[in-house]
């Protein structure tokens, strides 16, 4: 200590600190209480990330994907076996121009699959896109003839408008999109059921020409969009309009935004699925309420993953799902098995409802560890030690009572 110091000048010269007695084995509960008030020095990255959730927006934490990528696997495996069978037992159902046409199939399906998916993840499915895309089809094939730009992009506009429509009532409204969608799904078979009989194809637009790009370009849209879901924040904006307390509570701007989008990209899609069915098929178009493919493209996408109750999904499901619903329906009708779409359509979302159920029960993000402060125990907790009992004193060797007086 220098000489100049404060303690120095009031103490009136250089003295040794202070010794302060301390029982033995005492500085080890002193240790242990220091512990027990000291506050953690490290908290794993995935609480600090998880730290800016807001619990108002769906549960904190990143999904789990395992059951996702186990479930894809399952579904690769059904849509090889398939494939197996139809080339096996009919190769020319696989391969040529029925390949062709089996893809463009698919294209079709696997627009409304995204569309219905689309529309899930936000939680405002839309149940009017199997009508839509028949009105589109039928639309198509009285208007072929004027050209393909031309017939399909007036639908096109049509189907974007009524999905503007149909948007602005779910999100301004906060109104539940099945119910909304279905409203208007009755108005469209309403034009639908103005045709009374098949209508023939006009026109002479062969899809099949360009049917490996029109199902790559499905199956390239579908993988993108489920890599973009795998990233945290991507997936809470998507599912933001989920409910996670009183249903009928608005979700705020952010999930009105996206959830109405998605329903207009589910229309467009509608119009562009039917336009690709109906040219693919060289067959006349039938005035068919349209319930099935609304069924058919729900279940798809249930199938391959994405939960009924919104924002949770996978990656490689819906196409995988896709492939399985057109290989079966062409096995099926080659078998002769005579199964109504609407059947194969509710077991498709009967079976995923099961999934939805997997996803939610095993999907959900992992408990995060509990980091919340516990009060330190009270001061008098610790109690010193009981002292020693003092040794007996002993006795003098010159009282005088042990000589006698």
Do not use: C
Not at 25 to 49: I, K, W
Not at 139 to 157: M, R, Y
Not at 259 to 287: C, E, K, R, W, Y
Request: hydrophobic share 45%; net charge negative; charged share 15%.
């Amino acid at each position: 200590m220098a000489y100049d110091e404060a303690a120095y000048r009031q103490r009136g010269g250089y003295t040794q600190p202070e010794q302060v007695y301390r029982p033995e084995g005492s500085h080890r509960r002193d240790d242990a209480q220091a512990e027990q008030y000291a506050e953690p020095a490290y908290v794993a990255p995935p609480t600090l990330d998880d730290a800016f959730d807001d619990p108002r927006h769906g549960e904190v934490g990143r999904d789990r994907m395992a059951v996702h990528f186990l479930w894809e696997l399952v579904l690769l495996l059904a849509a090889a076996g398939l494939a197996y069978l139809l080339y096996s037992g009919q190769q020319d159902a696989v391969t040529g121009a029925a390949l062709d046409k089996l893809l463009v199939q698919g294209a079709g399906l696997g627009l409304l699959a995204l569309g219905a998916g689309a529309t899930l993840r936000t939680a405002a499915p839309n149940l009017a896109i199997g009508p839509v895309a028949v009105a589109s089809a039928l639309h198509f094939a009285e208007n072929g003839d004027l050209g393909v730009l031309e017939a399909a992009g007036v639908a096109v506009v049509i189907g974007l408008l009524g999905g503007l429509i149909l948007a602005f009532v779910v999100v301004g409204f906060h109104v539940p999109g099945w119910a909304a969608s279905l409203a208007a799904a009755l108005g469209v078979i309403v034009y639908i059921q103005m045709r009374s009989g098949p209508v023939n194809l006009q026109g002479d637009y062969e899809p099949t020409r360009h049917a490996i790009y029109l199902f790559g370009g499905f199956a390239g849209i579908a993988v993108i969009a489920g890599l973009l879901g795998l990233i945290k924040n991507v997936r809470r904006t998507v599912g933001r309009f989920r409910p996670v307390g009183d249903p009928a509570d608005r979700r705020g701007v952010g999930g009105a935004v996206v959830t109405g989008l998605a329903i207009t990209f589910s229309s467009v899609a509608a119009v562009v699925a039917g336009v690709l069915l109906a040219a693919g098929n060289d067959v006349p178009v039938l005035p068919s309420v349209g319930l099935e493919w609304t069924g058919l493209a729900l279940g798809a996408a249930l199938v391959g993953g994405t939960s009924a109750y919104g924002r949770r999904g996978g990656v490689f499901g819906t196409v995988f799902a896709v492939a399985i619903l057109v290989l079966f329906l062409r096995y099926q009708e080659l078998e002769n098995w005579d199964i109504s779409t609407y059947a194969t359509a509710a077991v498709a979302v009967g079976g995923g409802l099961v999934v939805t159920r997997l996803v939610e029960t095993f999907g959900r993000p992992a408990p995060a560890p509990d980091t919340r402060w516990t009060e330190p125990p009270s001061a008098t907790a610790w109690q010193a030690p009981e002292p020693e009992p003092s040794p007996a004193p002993r006795a003098d060797p010159w009282d005088s009572t042990r000589w006698g007086s």
